[in-house]
């Protein structure tokens, strides 16, 4: 039984392999190659914050595949009223192919992978949004080619999809310059992990132009996360220097790409102008999920 639970649940091998997987798919469906793979088979999604990109994306994935879907918000489980967990996993287990997972602490992931009897997948936690690193890498790929000879900077929140993100260097071993405020750097104890794996891979500064200069690839995200909005006026004025702007985007390579996974805050974050600008990438970005996560449950549901 394999889970998505974060990127380091899968070696090089197995990323390259549903990356050339979700290009594959990307490519027949576009001939009009209708794909059955996954009649039969009912995917559950439980989610306990909000989602456009990832919950679409799993069930139009899941019914081009010939399979179906079930969108479960955690309030309407009994998981709301205390069952716990485990027994929540064992149940889904016995009706359901897979479980897409939306949360809060990944150690909530990691309880219904370890008592599921079938693939959990992160759909997003606090700490790591594996399919976006995964479905990102993708982009570069297909818009830049080889990953390892690109510079690709990361500027803002050193936060999951940060983390997703490192790990995915790791793994495909391309250097990753990460520009995060002072107090605001990924998780010591995730970036050990990545270096322990991929040593000097990681780069983190604290100047933006230094992540940016020359770069082939610039990256960005929200600065208040899902479940920090509390934190979100305290974090426009710490993070205002990492707005990624025609400014910072001057001391990149004059044809380097943007990326956002999406939702974008225009004018904290990200400008309209970049956003909406010739080398954002964010729609392709957006439909790439599509592509990775059918790959994915193809790869998870019939080996
Ligand atoms: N990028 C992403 O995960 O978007 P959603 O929150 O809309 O799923
Ligand atoms: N870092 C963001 C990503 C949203 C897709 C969040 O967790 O809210």
């Given at each position: 039984m394999r889970h998505l639970t974060r990127v380091f649940d899968l070696n090089t091998y197995e990323i390259k392999l549903l990356l050339e997987k979700a290009f594959f798919l990307k490519e027949s469906f576009k001939y009009g190659q209708p794909r059955r793979s996954l009649t039969g088979k009912v995917l559950a999604l439980l989610f306990e914050k909000p989602s456009t990109r990832t919950r679409v994306s799993f069930e139009a994935g899941m019914q081009r595949l010939g399979g179906t879907t079930i969108f479960l918000s955690s309030k309407d489980l009994q998981l709301s009223r205390g069952e716990p967990l485990k027994d929540t996993a064992r149940v889904l287990s016995r009706y359901v192919d897979a479980i897409v997972v939306r949360t809060f602490g990944q150690e909530v992931v990691e309880e219904l992978a370890r008592w599921a009897r079938v693939p959990v997948i992160n759909g997003l936690s606090d700490q790591h949004h594996p399919c976006q690193g995964l479905s990102d890498v993708m982009t570069v790929i297909e818009k830049k080619g080889d990953i390892t000879k690109l510079k690709v900077a990361w500027v803002g929140d050193g936060n999951n999809v940060a983390h997703s993100w490192m790990e995915m260097a790791a793994r495909l071993g391309f250097h990753l310059w990460l520009a995060c405020p002072e107090g605001y750097d990924p998780d010591p104890e995730i970036r050990a992990e990545v270096e322990k794996e991929a040593p000097g891979v990681i780069h983190l500064v604290r100047d933006p132009k230094e992540a940016v200069r020359d770069a082939d690839v610039i990256n960005t995200d929200v600065w208040a996360s899902m479940g920090q909005e509390k934190e979100a006026e305290e974090r426009k004025k710490v993070f205002s220097p990492y707005q990624v702007n025609a400014e910072l985007l001057k001391y990149a390579k004059p044809d380097a790409i943007v990326l956002h996974c999406l939702p974008a805050h225009r004018g904290e974050e990200i400008t309209e102008e970049v956003l909406e600008?010739?080398?954002?990438v964010v729609w392709d970005q957006a439909e790439n999920k599509m592509w990775l996560h059918m790959a994915l449950l193809e790869w998870l549901l019939t080996g």
């Amino acid at each position: 039984m394999r889970h998505l639970t974060r990127v380091f649940d899968l070696n090089t091998y197995e990323i390259k392999l549903l990356l050339e997987k979700a290009f594959f798919l990307k490519e027949s469906f576009k001939y009009g190659q209708p794909r059955r793979s996954l009649t039969g088979k009912v995917l559950a999604l439980l989610f306990e914050k909000p989602s456009t990109r990832t919950r679409v994306s799993f069930e139009a994935g899941m019914q081009r595949l010939g399979g179906t879907t079930i969108f479960l918000s955690s309030k309407d489980l009994q998981l709301s009223r205390g069952e716990p967990l485990k027994d929540t996993a064992r149940v889904l287990s016995r009706y359901v192919d897979a479980i897409v997972v939306r949360t809060f602490g990944q150690e909530v992931v990691e309880e219904l992978a370890r008592w599921a009897r079938v693939p959990v997948i992160n759909g997003l936690s606090d700490q790591h949004h594996p399919c976006q690193g995964l479905s990102d890498v993708m982009t570069v790929i297909e818009k830049k080619g080889d990953i390892t000879k690109l510079k690709v900077a990361w500027v803002g929140d050193g936060n999951n999809v940060a983390h997703s993100w490192m790990e995915m260097a790791a793994r495909l071993g391309f250097h990753l310059w990460l520009a995060c405020p002072e107090g605001y750097d990924p998780d010591p104890e995730i970036r050990a992990e990545v270096e322990k794996e991929a040593p000097g891979v990681i780069h983190l500064v604290r100047d933006p132009k230094e992540a940016v200069r020359d770069a082939d690839v610039i990256n960005t995200d929200v600065w208040a996360s899902m479940g920090q909005e509390k934190e979100a006026e305290e974090r426009k004025k710490v993070f205002s220097p990492y707005q990624v702007n025609a400014e910072l985007l001057k001391y990149a390579k004059p044809d380097a790409i943007v990326l956002h996974c999406l939702p974008a805050h225009r004018g904290e974050e990200i400008t309209e102008e970049v956003l909406e600008g010739p080398q954002a990438v964010v729609w392709d970005q957006a439909e790439n999920k599509m592509w990775l996560h059918m790959a994915l449950l193809e790869w998870l549901l019939t080996g």
